[in-house]
């Protein structure tokens, strides 16, 4: 899931609503809900929308407990404070998280007026950046967007879009079919060549080892290379056993 492409409202709802599908979808697998079907979920009967809010509480824990718990590089909490928040979120005096944490409630009024700022704050920044760069339309300038599991967060990912289009071009003898001429050991160039490879593959879905290798043979031949390097970028998760993969 790309948080830079959701809006506020979407990542607290955990779905969105998408006009080309007519249909509502979960931003944890994908999973779509169309407008005008009716849901089976729990032995009950929902319209599209609810059916997303269900889905999200059943398959996925609640959209709450996903955001607090994501992966995301941009999930920059402590396990201290996601502790406070869940304790706040589930309806817990101050006194009484204060019993629970062995420490004063004049500690946990502290923390909870320190998000509030640090709320205040974000949203101020938000408003700025939008106002900068929302209102542009996208160029050659345009900084390509960041995935959200990526593992090294430096340079490498200081790409604009020129530089992408200019690195697909040379580095694929096809764009499609997906043909690559050589893994390069260039990390920008790396970062676009895996973000292209990952795009083959199906987000919400779980791939045996050897349909992955299947999918990547036809683009470059070494495939255990580019499966190696989908999963030290973040592009891919796997069990430990490495017998399922999929997009992250």
């Known amino acids: 899931?790309?948080?830079?492409?959701?809006?506020?409202?979407e990542i607290k709802k955990g779905y969105r609503f998408n006009k080309e599908a007519?249909?509502?979808?979960?931003?944890?697998c994908e999973k779509a809900f169309q407008v005008g079907q009716v849901f089976s979920?729990?032995?009950?009967?929902?319209?599209?929308?609810?059916?997303?809010?269900?889905h999200i509480e059943r398959e996925h824990g609640?959209?709450?407990?996903?955001?607090?718990?994501?992966?995301t590089k941009y999930n920059t909490l402590t396990d201290t404070q996601k502790e406070l928040l869940f304790l706040f979120y589930s309806g817990m005096s101050d006194s009484e998280?204060?019993?629970?944490?062995?420490?004063?409630?004049?500690?946990?009024?502290?923390?909870?007026?320190?998000f509030?700022?640090?709320?205040?704050?974000?949203?101020?920044?938000?408003?700025?950046f939008e106002c900068v760069f929302d209102h542009k339309v996208t160029n050659k300038d345009t900084l390509i967007p960041i995935h959200n599991h990526a593992i090294y967060l430096d340079d490498r990912y200081v790409i604009t879009?020129?530089?992408?289009?200019?690195?697909?071009?040379?580095?694929?003898?096809?764009?499609?079919?997906?043909?690559?001429?050589?893994?390069s050991p260039k990390e920008k160039k790396k970062v676009v060549i895996l973000a292209k490879i990952a795009e083959q593959?199906?987000?919400?879905?779980?791939?045996?080892?050897?349909?992955?290798?299947?999918?990547i043979k036809p683009i470059y031949e070494d495939y255990m290379t580019i499966r190696r390097y989908l999963i030290m970028y973040g592009f891919m998760e796997r069990t430990k056993d490495g017998s399922s993969y999929w997009l992250t």
């Open 22 to 28: 007519n249909a509502y979808i979960c931003n944890y």
């Open 161 to 183: 879009e020129q530089e992408k289009q200019h690195i697909l071009e040379t580095s694929f003898v096809s764009l499609k079919p997906l043909k690559l001429k050589a893994f």
């Open 41 to 54: 979920i729990g032995g009950n009967f929902f319209v599209p929308e609810h059916a997303a809010v269900k």
């Open 116 to 128: 509030r700022e640090k709320a205040k704050q974000a949203k101020f920044y938000l408003a700025i």
């Open 97 to 114: 998280i204060a019993k629970k944490l062995g420490v004063s409630a004049s500690t946990v009024r502290h923390q909870k007026f320190t």
């Open 201 to 215: 593959f199906e987000l919400g879905k779980k791939y045996p080892e050897k349909e992955v290798n299947e999918m």
């Open 62 to 71: 609640g959209n709450f407990m996903q955001m607090l718990h994501s992966a």
């Open 1 to 9: 899931m790309d948080y830079g492409k959701l809006s506020l409202d």
